[in-house]
């Protein structure tokens, strides 16, 4: 037997490394987290999920349910797909993403892309989220853009429940909730 060298020592030790580091398959729909459970969401592509929320504009961002505002709240329209960009895009939209927004004043905005978008474990609970980012620019800035995070939460008794709209931040980044048994262990 052939001792061994450092380059196959080396090249054991990443294996091993690499065993234990989370994957994101984006064209799958697969998450597979730190402990090696793989969560399988290809069930919940599905072309489009359309929602309306209402939202209230507050400081150029909006947010679902502000306390106290004596504001009117503004309409929103959602398209939404899982994993890939929604096949039946509002004639509103001129391109095409995993998820856009129809304005109340009818125009539309992308809110992710793609061909940027990553999984990840959900924070301090069961479940997955997928962040979609660099979409359309925002506020007409060259630097800052529309980007968003589709948190997949663990309720065993439904295929799918939502999305729903949570919030936007004021770096124009969205948040939408999704209860599904496809993000539970």
């Known amino acids: 037997m052939a001792p061994l060298t450092r380059l196959t020592v080396l090249a054991a ?14 064209t799958r729909c697969q998450y597979t987290g730190m ?20 939202a209230y504009e507050i400081d ?21 797909n899982v994993c ?15 998820i856009l927004r129809v304005n109340p004043d ?11 978008a990553i999984f990840d474990a959900s924070p301090g609970a069961d479940g997955v989220y997928l962040s979609y980012y660099h979409g359309d620019p925002s506020g007409g800035s060259r630097v800052f853009h529309y980007q968003s995070s589709v948190f997949f939460v663990c309720d065993n008794s439904t295929d799918i429940t939502g999305p729903t709209f949570e919030h ?12 599904t048994k496809h993000a539970c262990k």
């Open 13 to 26: 030790l990443l294996g091993c490394a690499m065993s234990t580091m989370p994957i994101s398959d984006i």
């Open 35 to 54: 402990d090696g459970h793989m969560y399988d969401l290809s069930p919940l592509r599905n072309g489009n999920y359309m929602f309306s929320a209402d």
């Open 60 to 80: 150029s961002y909006n947010i679902y349910s502000p306390k106290g505002s004596a504001a009117d709240p503004l309409t929103y329209k959602y398209y939404l």
């Open 84 to 98: 890939a960009n929604v096949s039946h895009a509002p004639s509103a939209c001129k391109k095409t993403a995993p």
């Open 106 to 116: 009818g125009t539309c905005t992308a809110l992710g892309n793609i061909n940027a």
């Open 168 to 179: 936007q931040s004021s770096c124009y980044h969205s948040h939408f909730r999704v209860l």
